[in-house]
Nanobody
Framework: QVQLVESGGGTVQAGGSLRLSCAAS????????MTWYRQAPGKQREFVAA???????NYADSVKGRFTLSRDNSKNAMYLPMNSLKPEDTAVYYC???????????????WGQGTQVTVFA
């Protein structure tokens, strides 16, 4: 079994900061790309940021310069410090990771349960 657990969500005033974490546990052989998505009320889930196993990153235009994604492969975890938060960043943030459980098997996408981020003006 593999689990992804997000943490670090909360409620902050606009301009404030939060740091999200996502940790994978269980029967893990390797982890490929790890990605953050978010879903605001009444909207579709959208891409926020992604990081490859080698540390290459990609960001949505809406968060570039404010969010910085990193990962610690030794801990099977990734971290998303979010600065200069805006009310439009309010959403449930979900962690996604492509995980291989055994050598020779294909990677499978796993999802966390989500963590709420609320930014008030």
């Amino acid at each position: 079994q593999v689990q992804l657990v997000e943490s670090g969500g909360g409620t902050v005033q606009a301009g404030g900061s939060l740091r999200l974490s996502c940790a994978a546990s269980g029967n893990i052989f390797s982890i490929g790309a790890m990605t953050w998505y978010r879903q605001a009320p009444g909207k579709q889930r959208e891409f926020v940021a992604a990081i490859t196993s080698g540390g290459g990153t990609n960001y949505a235009d809406s968060v570039k310069g404010r969010f910085t994604l990193s990962r610690d492969n030794s801990k099977n975890a990734m971290y998303l410090p979010m600065n200069s938060l805006k009310p439009e960043d309010t959403a449930v943030y979900y962690c996604n990771a492509y995980i291989t459980t055994r050598p020779g098997r294909s990677a499978y996408p796993y999802w966390g349960q989500g963590t709420q981020v609320t930014v008030f003006a």
